[in-house]
C-alpha cells in the first residue's frame, strides 16, 4: 500500500501548521495508516476484479488479485476498521473538518465503487485523485489553522497528473475490460501531454511555497514526460512505474526537510 500518500501528506498538513507534531492530530494520523489505505485498496480490490485479472502486475507487489470468496471479508474488514474513527471524528473534529473527511472517504470510495464509480469515467478518474490532497486541507481545519492554500491546490493537481500517468501501463487491460480511463480515451502520447501541463501548474504553485521542492518537481515531472514521449507505448509506462512511485517520496523528502528545519530554526511560519 503507498502509504505516503495518505500519512505522509497528514504529516506533511501539521507541519504546515508550523508545528512538528500535535496530538491533537494523532487520531486522523493513525487514520491514515492502514484503515483507510484498506478503504482506498480494499473497494478498488472487490469492485475491480474482472480488470485485476486480465493484469499480470496484479498478484504481485505492485496490487491484489482476489477471489470472490474474499469480498464479504474484506468489505468487513474495511467496514470494521474505519467507522470508529469516523464515529470519533464526528464528536472531536468541527464541522468543516468532518465534512472534508467524509468528501475524501467518499470520493474513493466511488472511485471504484457504482453507481459512480469514476475510475470508468474519463476525466473523472484523474479528477476525483486530486482528493489525495485533501489531508493538506483536513489536519489544519481540525487544528484550527488555516491552510496553506497554494500547497493544496499544487498537491490537487499532482494527484490528477500522477493518476493518469500511471494508468498508461494499464490502457490494454483496461480497454480489453471495457474501463474507459483518461489514459485509454487519449492514448499514450496524449495522457503524458494531459499529465505533464497537470505537472507543470503544480511546479508553478509548489514554487510559491518552496522553490526546492519546485524544483524538484520540475526534473522528476520532466523525466517521466520526457522519456514517455520518446516511446509512447504501455510498456514504457510500465518500465517507468518504479520511478514514478519514487516520486512522492523524493519530492516528499525535500518537502520535509524543508519544513522541519525551518521549524526548528524558527524561520517557519
Known amino acids: ?10 504529516i506533511v498538513g501539521i507541519w504546515l501548521t508550523g508545528e512538528l507534531f500535535d496530538l491533537r492530530a494523532l487520531g486522523i494520523i ?7 489505505n484498506l478503504l482506498i485498496y480494499g473497494v478498488n480490490d472487490i469492485y475491480d476484479q474482472e480488470t485485476d485479472a486480465l493484469n499480470s502486475r496484479k498478484g504481485s507487489i505492485e496490487g491484489a488479485r482476489i477471489e470472490p470468496r474474499e469480498v464479504r471479508l474484506i468489505a468487513w474488514a474495511v467496514a ?6 469516523l464515529v470519533y471524528f464526528v464528536v472531536a473534529l468541527p464541522p468543516l473538518a468532518v465534512a472534508a473527511i467524509l468528501l475524501y472517504a467518499g470520493v474513493f470510495v466511488f472511485y471504484s465503487a457504482p453507481p459512480l464509480r469514476f475510475k470508468a469515467r474519463p476525466f473523472l478518474d484523474s479528477l476525483s485523485n486530486a482528493a489525495y490532497a485533501l489531508p493538506l486541507l483536513i489536519v489544519p481545519v481540525a487544528l484550527g489553522a488555516d491552510a496553506l492554500w497554494p500547497a493544496v491546490a499544487g498537491l490537487f493537481v499532482w494527484s490528477v497528473a500522477k493518476h493518469t500517468f500511471d494508468a498508461v501501463q494499464d490502457i490494454e487491460e483496461d480497454r480489453a475490460a ?18 505533464g501541463a497537470w505537472w507543470l501548474v503544480s511546479t508553478v504553485l509548489f514554487a510559491v511555497v518552496s522553490v526546492p521542492v519546485a524544483v524538484v518537481n520540475a526534473v522528476i515531472a520532466g523525466l517521466l514526460v520526457g522519456r514517455l514521449l520518446g516511446s509512447p507505448t504501455p510498456a514504457t509506462a510500465r518500465r517507468l512505474y518504479r520511478l514514478s512511485i519514487a516520486f512522492p517520496y523524493v519530492a516528499g ?8 528545519v525551518g521549524i526548528a530554526t ?3 511560519p
Open 30 to 36: 493513525l487514520w491514515l495508516t492502514l484503515p483507510f
Open 266 to 268: 524558527g524561520m517557519y
Open 178 to 195: 471495457g474501463i474507459d480511463t483518461t489514459a485509454v480515451r487519449l492514448g499514450s502520447r496524449g495522457a503524458a501531454f494531459w499529465s
Open 1 to 10: 500500500m503507498l502509504w505516503v500518500n495518505t500519512i505522509g501528506t497528514g
Open 80 to 85: 470494521v476498521s474505519n467507522l470508529p474513527f
Open 253 to 260: 523528502s525535500v518537502a520535509g526537510v524543508h519544513l522541519t
